[in-house]
């Protein structure tokens, strides 16, 4: 399944559910909670880390729709954009961004 389909198939279940679809604020509070159980998880190993981690994209995924934006088409263009960045690392040994890739 891609990116796009998964988010209208969660937005549809919102909304045949009859979840939250306006609210954006309220969206991101659920999602940071969302955050918190799957670090919860993986913190302790619970088996259900997965699943976790499926409901921040979920979260995601509505956000986005919600803010009318193809997460898909975001997500191809910030992966080509990190993939595009130079770093070196620093007198720490940390890696620092010295080139961003050119703007379209």
């Known amino acids: 399944m891609d990116i796009r389909s998964a988010q209208k ?25 969302e955050i918190g159980e799957a670090f919860t998880a993986w913190r302790k190993h619970h088996s259900d880390f997965g699943e976790e981690l499926a ?8 956000i986005a729709e919600m803010s009318g934006l193809d997460l898909q088409t975001e997500v191809q263009r910030k992966i080509a954009k990190n993939r595009d960045r130079v770093y070196a690392r620093n007198e720490h040994g940390v890696p620092v961004r010295i080139a961003e890739p050119a703007q379209d």
């Open 9 to 33: 198939l969660a937005w549809d279940n919102k909304i045949n559910k009859g979840f939250n679809t306006t609210d954006l604020s309220l969206e991101f509070n659920l999602l940071t909670a």
């Open 55 to 62: 409901d921040v994209f979920l979260y995601l995924a509505a």
